[in-house]
Each structure stands twice: as structure tokens, then as C-alpha cells.
């Protein structure tokens, strides 16, 4: 099992360094780190009373792992939840912020469990996974994994701007897919065909 330091480097390489695209919802990132979580945290690294995309250009990469270890793993209780959860759970948070834990729940919910969908790891929740993985542990990670592929997929129909994260111009599976399967057995990852019949209606 990684550690949390190995799985926020992980989540760095992924992200890869400084970009602006305009739609990218996120704004201004480097290493993953939006401007939006610069401006929330108060990091002015050029020391001129402004948080602005010069201070996320030069964001380190050890302050991008301090800020995702402190801020998207700890503080939003992923620790907690159990072990097999905490790299793709920690990774979507990156990604999506708390939709990652509402994905979560409503997985949850779907195996039965009790809880409420708000996108806070509390007691509830983490009890809920416990249990979760007691009944299923060797299902629960590619659970998550597949439900988090489904959220991307439907992101995608839903705002035709983003459909590039998800479906490549040649039409392969886009880098949200690939992220996504990266914590899916390959038992479970798409065929290029399933890819393919999938993401057909956005022509």
C-alpha cells in the first residue's frame, strides 16, 4: 500500500505542470492546484498582495503535495475511510473536489447503506464504508472507480465543452477515462468499441 506522500506525487505527475485553459472550469493550475485554491489558502508567492495566475505558475511541487496532503486528504477525512479507498478517493478529490465523496455516497447508498449525500466525510459515512468493505472487499475500489468513470461520462453529456477530458479528437478514451481506469481492475476497464458506443451521441 502507498503511502499518502507517494499517492500525492502520483497525483502531481498526473496533473502535469502550469496550464490555462479556458474551459477548464478550475482556471489557472500547476501541478492540479487551482487558482481558486491559492486564493482560498491565501499563498501569494510572488509577495505582491495578490493571489494571481503568476503565483500558481510558480507554485513548487512540494507545495503542491503539502497542500493536496493537508487540504484534500486529511482535512477532508479520506484518512479515515478505509485504506483500499484512500488513492482514487484522494485522487477524484484533486480532481473534483467534494463531488469525489458524493459519488462515494451515493455508491454507498446504492450497496444499501443509510446515509446522506452531502459530501462530507463525517461518522455516518465512514462507518457506511467500513461496512461497505467488509461486505465486498475486493469490489469496493473498482466500485468507486467505475462510478467515478460514470460521473465523467455524464459531466461530459452534460457540458459539451469539457467532452475533450473525456473522448480524445481520434476518439480514444480522454484523459478522464484513463485517470479514472488507472484505479479500476483491468477486468473492468472499457473496450475501445465500449468506449466508442458510449460517447457516439456527442457527434
Known sequence: MKTVQQIANDIIAREGGYVNDPDDLGGATNFGVTIGTLRRLGIDNDGDGRVTSADVRILTRAQASDIFVEHYFSGPRIDELPPVLHASVFDMYVNAGSNAVRILQRLLVDMGQSIVVDGQIGPQTIEACVIAHSLAPH?????????????????????PKSRKYAKRRDGGKGGWITRAEEFISPRYHLTEAEHAARVASWE
Open 139 to 159: 469490489h469496493l475500489a473498482d466500485a468507486f472507480g467505475i462510478a467515478r468513470r460514470n460521473y465523467y461520462y455524464a459531466l461530459a453529456d452534460r457540458r
